[in-house]
């Protein structure tokens, strides 16, 4: 199955260079701008205080990272027709959560020391993966199809873990003797990277090897729902699985080089303007996440619920499980604090989503009602942020 869709892909119509230099545009403009903000580094970022300057900067910056962000999305979606799932939403996960390590250790390194920056990132993550990406792709797919079918043995299986090192990396430290802070405990900062990390290794030899068949589309038993299928992009791709997987690599490329810069940007203006510190780690977020949003939204438009859950469940899987370990060993390597533990309203907050997404992903079908309850607590988790 694999050689005939690779097939298929290598006998797609050659596109023309004109056509192939606008597509891949977002590469080039990606790293022109790296060079552009390399060369004019001391002009633009030695004083901040100018606000249009600043302002026009991060828009740029934030724009073109956004636009190879979603270009990735595309050459991961060419390599998963060709190698199916999980694989290609596992490439595709690697890819956001390079950028988003890359943002994080950037802020860290970066003006002040923020602590909680990696833990408002874990957190604002599950909650617009949890809520706001999966109750858009539920209420969207739910408006279309009335009722649409998942593989309920994967999504509980992302579940668990998801709940697991949710809890033990974000509400764990509060209620340890000395938090896992790498200036302070050193080892337990190095054993919860170490069980962090685990977690996602047996997670992924099981979602690859030994239970992949619970992370496919389900076999469809009529009435409307998901049929059985190989997952097949909206237009066909074009290239050899070789030239989407260097060009996958040359988009990521440049928004990691560029997070340095939007880092300044970010760190100053949270500082200047006192804006909740929270709203970093929504910022990184939403950048991260867009593109897979966008993915997660048109296979539910297409009847493909598993894709969406995979793309969904999966974010919020490595967001946990990779990004801490990233961010203790910064932390580590570096002496910067790094404070792990929620608040009390967060903490309510986290645990309520993950007691309503086990419900959702209790049963085999969706509807309306899951989508809309997700939606409501993701505006209750944006209200929190700036009235707590």
């Not at 009335?146 to 949710?166: C, D, H, M, P, T």
Request: net charge negative.
């Amino acid at each position: 199955m694999n050689e005939q869709k690779e097939a298929a892909l290598e006998g797609a119509p050659k596109r023309s260079l004109r056509s192939s230099l606008f597509l891949e545009a977002p590469a080039i403009i990606g790293f022109l701008s790296v060079a552009l903000f390399n060369f004019f580094e001391k002009t633009l970022f030695t004083d901040l205080t100018n606000p249009v300057v600043t302002s026009l900067s991060f828009i740029y910056l934030f724009g073109v990272m956004l636009w190879c962000a979603f270009a990735a999305v595309r050459h991961g979606d060419a390599i998963a027709s060709v190698l199916g799932e999980p694989y290609g939403t596992l490439i595709l996960t690697f890819s956001v959560i390079t950028i988003e390590v890359s943002l994080l250790a950037s802020i860290m390194l970066h003006g002040d020391n923020n602590p909680t920056l990696a833990r408002d990132a874990m957190f604002a993550t599950l909650m617009i993966v949890l809520n706001g990406m999966v109750g858009t792709a539920l209420l969207m797919g739910a408006l279309r199809y009335w009722e649409q079918e998942y593989n309920l043995e994967g999504a509980r299986a992302f579940l668990v873990v998801i709940a697991s090192l949710s809890v033990f990396a974000l509400i764990l430290p509060n209620h340890t003797q000395t938090a896992p802070d790498p200036g302070e405990a050193p080892f337990q900062a190095g054993l919860f990277a170490a069980i962090t990390i685990l977690f996602y290794i047996v997670f992924v030899v099981i979602q690859t090897m030994r239970h992949r068949a619970f992370f496919a589309e389900p076999k469809g038993s009529g009435g409307g729902t998901a049929l059985a299928r190989e997952y097949i992009p909206r237009r066909p791709p074009r290239g050899s699985l070789a030239y989407h997987v260097v060009m996958l690599v040359l988009t990521v490329l440049p928004v990691v080089l560029l997070s340095e810069h939007i880092a300044i940007i970010v760190d100053f203006g949270i500082e200047e303007l006192r804006l909740p510190a929270a709203l970093g780690g929504v910022l990184i977020a939403v950048l991260v996440l867009s593109p897979e949003g966008l993915t997660a939204f048109h296979a539910a438009l297409d009847n493909r619920l598993q894709r969406a859950v995979n793309v969904c469940l999966g974010s919020a899987l490595a967001t946990v499980g990779l990004t801490i370990p990233a961010v203790l060993t910064i932390g580590l390597v570096t002496g910067h604090d790094v404070h792990l533990g929620l608040s009390e309203v967060e903490t309510v907050l986290l645990i309520l989503t993950l007691f309503v997404s086990a419900l959702t992903f209790g049963g085999a079908r969706t509807n309306v009602l899951q989508g809309t309850v997700h939606l409501l607590l993701f505006v209750v988790y944006l209200a929190m942020i700036f009235s707590p």
